[in-house]
Nanobody, 127 residues
Framework: QVQLVESGGGLVQAGGSLRLACAAS??????????IGWFRQAPGKEREFVGG???????YYADSVKGRFSISRDNAKKTVFLQMNSLKSEDTAVYYC???????????????????WGQGTQVTVSS
């Protein structure tokens, strides 16, 4: 079992930055052996992939955030970070992190590949 807790959301003006954190805990699992994905869901829209980092260190980003968002991981603290720069109003959503235990070297962009989810944190970008 893996528990994930997101933090760092809030209200920011367009062009600003936020850093989200995803803290993992649970028996026998740390971020060393799982792939972490970030997703977001805006009101009335489907949950969409933002980016992710595999256990092996591969990173993958959605085209909509490439060049603006970056993902890092601190294995000692079992935490993965999503640094969001140059935020736009269309980035407004609830952001979720998710854990994939089955694919340590690949980052999948589909929700079905992830086994555990956090509760989400709201990001609101004002224009």
């Amino acid at each position: 079992q893996v528990q994930l807790v997101e933090s760092g959301g809030g209200l920011v003006q367009a062009g600003g930055s936020l850093r989200l954190a995803c803290a993992a805990s649970g028996r026998a699992f740390g971020t060393q052996v799982i792939t972490i994905g970030w997703f977001r869901q805006a009101p009335g829209k489907e949950r969409e992939f933002v980016g992710g980092v595999s256990w092996s260190g591969n990173r993958y980003y959605a085209d909509s955030v490439k060049g603006r968002f970056s993902i890092s991981r601190d294995n000692a603290k079992k935490t993965v970070f999503l640094q969001m720069n140059s935020l736009k109003s269309e980035d407004t959503a609830v952001y979720y992190c998710a854990a994939d235990r089955r694919h340590p070297t690949v980052v999948y962009s589909t929700t079905g590949e992830y086994d555990y989810w956090g509760q989400g944190t709201q990001v609101t970008v004002s224009s």
